[in-house]
């Protein structure tokens, strides 16, 4: 405990100096750069941000993932957190973004979904991996990858989040266990905290934790 009888920061364990190449470097200060100019009205989100995209890129020297794209995601995953409610749910709509329910009732859904549709024609420099990582990064998916992990867990565990049972669960599987089990900690803690809120629950979650739940039961009989 700390002195002032607060929970101590969360901190991860190990280090993850990147020995980035010059243009990362370069491009890495332009994106934060430009990212804490759009979230500059957001102090606390760009705090967050910042600090999630660090997470992302100890996470991804951990797990083997590409730490420059991780940070990049990092940064960019938040982008559209200014964005006002009715703006950004006529944004979704006019890039014809369904997820079979009403868009006003997936509003706090939506901005990663929204910037990953957007943010390529500012940034075209960036592969797919980025955004696919960035649009399912609140909501997840069926097949999530690598990168999709690393960014979802890191959402969800960054230092700045205050410790509940749920987060702290996870934090204390990470370098202990695959990337996978990690994720799945993160994805089912996540609704457990969703439900337990009475917030709405995106339906097509309940399928992607289906689909997730069935892999894991097979590849457990298969003794993987």
Same mark, same amino acid.
């Given at each position: 405990?700390?002195? $002032?009888?607060?929970?101590?920061?969360?901190?991860?364990?190990?280090?993850?100096? !990147?020995?980035?190449?010059?243009?990362?470097?370069?491009?890495?200060?332009? #994106?934060?750069?430009? @990212?804490?100019?759009?979230?500059?009205?957001?102090?606390?989100? /760009?705090?967050?941000?910042?600090?999630?995209?660090?997470?992302?890129?100890?996470?991804?020297?951990?797990?083997? !993932? =590409?730490?420059?794209?991780?940070? #990049?995601?990092?940064?960019?995953?938040?982008?559209?957190? @200014?964005?006002p409610p009715a703006?950004?749910?006529?944004?979704?709509? @006019?890039?014809?973004?369904?997820?079979?329910?009403? /868009?006003?009732?997936m509003e706090p859904?939506?901005?990663?979904?929204?910037?990953?549709?957007? /943010?390529?024609?500012?940034?075209?420099?960036?592969? $797919?991996? @980025?955004?696919?990582?960035?649009?399912?990064?609140?909501?997840?998916?069926? $097949?999530?990858?690598?990168?999709?992990?690393?960014?979802?867990v890191a959402d969800? #565990?960054?230092?700045?989040?205050?410790?509940?049972?749920?987060?702290?669960?996870?934090?204390?599987? !990470?370098?202990?266990?695959?990337?996978? =089990?990690?994720?799945?900690?993160?994805?089912?803690?996540?609704?457990?905290?969703?439900?337990?809120?009475?917030?709405?629950?995106?339906?097509?979650?309940?399928?992607?934790?289906?689909?997730?739940?069935?892999?894991?039961? $097979?590849?457990?009989?298969?003794?993987?």
């Amino acid at each position: 405990m700390a002195s $002032n009888g607060q929970t101590e920061q969360w901190k991860p364990r190990g280090k993850s100096k !990147v020995p980035y190449k010059k243009w990362q470097r370069a491009s890495i200060k332009a #994106i934060e750069a430009d @990212v804490r100019k759009q979230l500059s009205p957001k102090p606390r989100r /760009l705090a967050h941000t910042l600090s999630v995209a660090r997470m992302c890129e100890h996470l991804a020297c951990m797990y083997g !993932v =590409d730490p420059y794209l991780a940070r #990049i995601a990092g940064l960019l995953h938040d982008w559209d957190k @200014v964005v006002p409610p009715a703006e950004l749910i006529e944004r979704a709509r @006019v890039l014809s973004i369904d997820c079979g329910v009403p /868009l006003e009732s997936m509003e706090p859904l939506l901005h990663g979904m929204v910037a990953a549709r957007e /943010l390529p024609k500012r940034y075209p420099e960036f592969p $797919n991996e @980025v955004w696919h990582a960035i649009d399912c990064h609140t909501s997840a998916c069926r $097949n999530m990858g690598d990168l999709d992990m690393v960014l979802f867990v890191a959402d969800g #565990i960054e230092p700045l989040r205050k410790a509940s049972p749920g987060i702290q669960a996870t934090r204390d599987l !990470v370098g202990k266990v695959p990337l996978a =089990d990690v994720f799945w900690e993160a994805f089912v803690g996540g609704i457990v905290y969703v439900l337990e809120g009475g917030r709405y629950l995106l339906p097509r979650t309940i399928d992607i934790y289906n689909t997730l739940a069935l892999e894991r039961a $097979n590849r457990a009989r298969r003794g993987r």
